[in-house]
């Protein structure tokens, strides 16, 4: 079980905000060279600061793979030159296709789906999309929607001949996850299935993020931990999470393909965290895992 733990924290993505882009140098030492980086889109960020972060990211030696909020894009230009660009300057390969949590689109997209039938990314040359999943739902958006949505855009970039990533948004309990990557097979969707993790942080963090990106159910598990205040005021990391998923795949329970490590403006505090597990140093017990 060591190793499985450690080859999903050694194959891991992780995400990046650009205001953490100083600390990649320092974090070509922690993670596994050519590994992906995706660069969020924060508010009030410009597609320019994506752009350098992205340049900066594939100088480091790493994947860049930026956030694109579809409601953003002005128009089928604005979208073209765009991807476009993010090729040519980063030699990005791969995008994240988000609608964003902006209720009315600034152009003609309201959907990943509508800009995946645009071809927009086949003619500026990308290969690979991610695509996001939600295993526990949407707070806005019925499931009944969300699941075709899901079947839709995995469908579409298949067409287009796109390898296809859906990558979730985070959770804190393991069964949820895993029975919705059930629910996928079953119904015929052969997609990468990337879990998307928080990385360590305070407990006080994981609430204010768990709230404001509509975490689903398993936030109860932050709230259910044993302990006092200083639980609170120190680090929570994903060790029962990835422990119950590196058992699950480990087994042939579950055939998702790695984990994702979103870290709360905590870049290198996250890429820490994978050095040291990718590297063997934690102590497992009944529950996960501690770090040595």
């Known amino acids: 079980m060591v190793a499985d733990i450690a080859r999903l924290a050694r194959e891991a993505s992780v995400e990046i905000n650009v205001q953490d882009v100083k600390h990649l140098e320092a974090s070509r030492a922690l993670l596994t060279p050519g590994n992906k980086i995706y660069v969020s889109y924060l508010p009030g960020q410009t597609w320019q ?11 480091a030696g790493f994947e860049p793979v930026p956030h694109v909020p579809v409601r953003l894009i002005q128009d089928s230009v604005a979208l073209h030159r765009l991807l476009a660009s993010l090729v040519e300057s980063a030699r990005v390969n791969e995008i994240l296709l988000i609608a964003g949590d902006y209720d009315v689109a ?11 039938r645009s071809a927009a990314l086949e003619t500026t040359g990308l290969t690979r999309v991610s695509l996001a999943g939600h295993p526990e739902g949407h707070p806005k958006v019925p499931l009944a929607d969300i699941r075709a949505a899901e079947r839709e855009k995995t469908q579409l970039a298949a067409r287009a001949g796109l390898e296809a990533n859906l990558l979730t948004q985070f959770f804190f309990e393991p069964q949820p996850f895993l029975d ?3 629910e996928l097979r079953a119904s015929g969707v052969g997609t990468r299935v990337v879990a998307g993790l928080a990385g360590p ?6 609430f204010k993020f768990a709230v404001r990106c509509g975490a689903g159910p398993s936030i109860r598990a932050l709230g259910a931990r ?3 205040l200083l639980k609170l005021i120190g680090d929570h990391g994903p060790e029962a999470v990835l422990w ?3 058992q699950a795949r480990a087994s042939g329970e579950s055939d998702f393909s790695g984990i994702h490590l979103f870290c709360f403006g905590g870049y290198l505090r996250t890429c820490k965290w994978l050095h040291a597990v990718t590297n063997g140093r934690f102590e497992l ?7 040595a």
């Open 180 to 182: 919705w990557v059930r």
């Open 285 to 291: 017990n009944d529950a996960g895992f501690n770090q």
């Open 244 to 246: 119950a998923l590196a």
């Open 49 to 59: 600061q994506t752009e350098a972060a992205c340049v900066a990211v594939r100088a």
């Open 226 to 228: 044993p302990g006092s």
């Open 201 to 206: 942080a305070r407990l006080t963090t994981l």
């Open 106 to 116: 600034s152009g003609p997209y309201s959907s990943v789906a509508e800009v995946l």
